[in-house]
């Protein structure tokens, strides 16, 4: 059964949404176990089913050191290229072995590639799905999740791909220098922002531009010249077919340039360095990540606190995620619930608390699709806007649907959308799997693991038994469900069942997107 106890809860899950800025003067002491899970979702996709009988028998500060220890160990290359995008990538170095032009590659030679290189794209989203859900850095791949749309790349290059998700993934905890030049000459950001373009004959400032205005300073703390000087600097940045970055000095503009007050001959390097010297940078940053971990609100004596701490410590990106997590205003009341949950933090922390395998995990993909996120496709350079932008009227109907899809395996219809680009070439690739969906409907088919979440109530008698599995699935507005709505779609006496539909019921809430 599926509760929609408001008459429109598009509209009541932006309510639910300002309520907590409305209360902002008003300090209720959080309990330690809603403190841990606001840190868990925040810092990680929510709470794990192991975890649920005892998240509140730890202190949130020793709950962030696990959190951080377990993230802390090197990131594992994921690696889903197959054997015919690695065997076309080798004909193509063996043409650039041969000196010859890269562009002497046919076109139906890079069509193949394109085409295959998708499927290993979809794949490669999967893959690291599958690692936040189940993994234990989830730090790590919070933080990477956060990265990946502030450094957002559109490539169908599956090895650039995987390159460019390393370089974030093993960087997202370090330093956001060190992240930040790594990412700078990683071939997808390359391509994608059009510096193989960049000559010193024909300057192309687009990769100059986002650096500053997207990735480091923001708009309106650098002049125009400045982008002019800048992209003088990165000619001859470029990368090899298998991802390799490569300065072509015959293309580098290697006369003096004027940035940011400073005279030199400068390189990509140069312009990187001066630019992580600007105290503008830190703040920027810092307000960013604010905002996706703590609350779109800003409070500016709290940013600027963070942002001096983060400047004098080089940008170390571990120090600036433990101050948040370790205040005590993080855990305060408007801080909590707050936040619209993204399509990959609803679908990841739905399978944490949830362990399932699933049939066809491409379904997810149609998911991320029909929700607005699709992994290594951002919608431009600047990435999902998130916050209520997640929301509207069709994709919070899907959104409430989901936990009764994955439940019942019943058969969802979605309407595709016809752009292959956004397909990420599943039109090419699977014209039958799509015309099955379009025809057919599609199914979720998951095979849920319900024991290891039902046991943690097995302690918990009959008339505490609702509101502790409310307390678990809800981070805001507890209490607020009519407990005899819920209860009377239920129709099985059976402590099991009980559990389970009463979760899926909240699950289906409009509080339930709400972290």
Not at 63 to 73: F, G
Not at 348 to 358: D, F, S, T
């Amino acid at each position: 059964m599926q509760v929609l106890h408001y008459n429109n809860a598009f509209s009541e899950i932006l309510l639910l949404n300002q309520r907590y800025v409305i209360r902002s003067n008003f300090k209720m002491p959080a309990s330690q176990q809603v403190k841990n899970q606001h840190l868990l979702w925040r810092a990680g996709f929510g709470v794990n089913a192991e975890t649920v009988s005892n998240i509140a028998v730890v202190s949130h500060t020793a709950l962030y050191k696990v959190l951080e220890t377990a993230s802390l160990s090197q990131a594992a290359y994921i690696d889903v290229a197959n054997d015919t995008v690695k065997g076309l990538l080798m004909g193509f170095q063996q043409v650039a072995d041969m000196q010859q032009m890269q562009a002497s590659v046919n076109q139906n030679q890079r069509r193949e590639f394109r085409k295959a290189s998708a499927q290993n794209i979809k794949n490669l989203n999967t893959t690291w799905l599958n690692e936040m859900a189940t993994g234990d850095a989830q730090l790590r791949e919070k933080l990477a999740l956060f990265w990946h749309g502030h450094f957002a790349c559109r490539n169908l290059n599956i090895f650039y791909q995987q390159l460019l998700l390393q370089q974030i993934r093993s960087n997202a905890l370090t330093n956001f220098g060190d992240l930040l030049k790594g990412v700078s000459k990683s071939a997808g950001m390359l391509n994608f922002l059009n510096n193989q373009q960049n000559q010193k004959q024909h300057p192309n400032e687009n990769f100059a531009r986002e650096v500053m205005e997207l990735f480091t300073m923001g708009r309106g703390n650098y002049t125009e010249q400045d982008v002019k000087e800048a992209a003088r600097a990165f000619t001859g940045w470029e990368a090899k077919f298998n991802g390799d970055f490569i300065f072509r000095a015959f293309f580098h503009d290697d006369e003096e340039k004027t940035f940011l007050g400073k005279k030199g001959n400068f390189d990509g390097d140069d312009i990187l360095n001066i630019i992580l010297e600007q105290p503008q940078t830190a703040t920027f940053i810092t307000k960013k990540i604010y905002k996706y971990f703590v609350n779109q609100n800003v409070d500016e004596d709290i940013i600027a606190a963070l942002s001096t701490s983060f400047y004098e410590s080089n940008y170390d990106i571990k120090m600036l995620m433990k101050n948040i997590f370790t205040s005590e205003w993080f855990y305060n009341e408007k801080n909590i619930g707050c936040k619209i949950k993204s399509p990959v933090e609803l679908l990841v922390g739905i399978r944490r608390m949830l362990p399932m395998q699933l049939e066809d995990e491409r379904t997810q993909l149609l998911l991320e699709n029909a929700l607005g996120q699709i992994l290594f496709y951002p919608p431009n350079v600047a990435g999902w806007p998130g916050g209520n932008a997640w929301i509207d009227s069709s994709t919070l109907m899907l959104r409430l649907r989901i936990p009764q899809l994955i439940k019942n395996d019943d058969t969802f219809y979605i309407t595709e959308k016809t752009d292959d680009d956004v397909q990420m070439g599943m039109e090419d690739n699977e014209k039958s799997y799509t015309k099955q969906l379009s025809k057919g409907g599609f199914r979720i088919a998951a095979n849920i693991n319900w024991s290891a979440y039902t046991q943690q109530f097995e302690h918990v008698n009959h008339e505490d038994l609702y509101n502790s599995i409310e307390a678990v699935v809800l981070q805001t507005n507890k209490g607020s469900i009519n407990k005899n709505i819920i209860e009377a779609g239920i129709k099985s006496n059976n402590k099991e069942e009980y559990i389970k539909n009463v979760t899926i019921a909240l699950m289906s809430t409009p509080e339930y997107q709400l972290c």
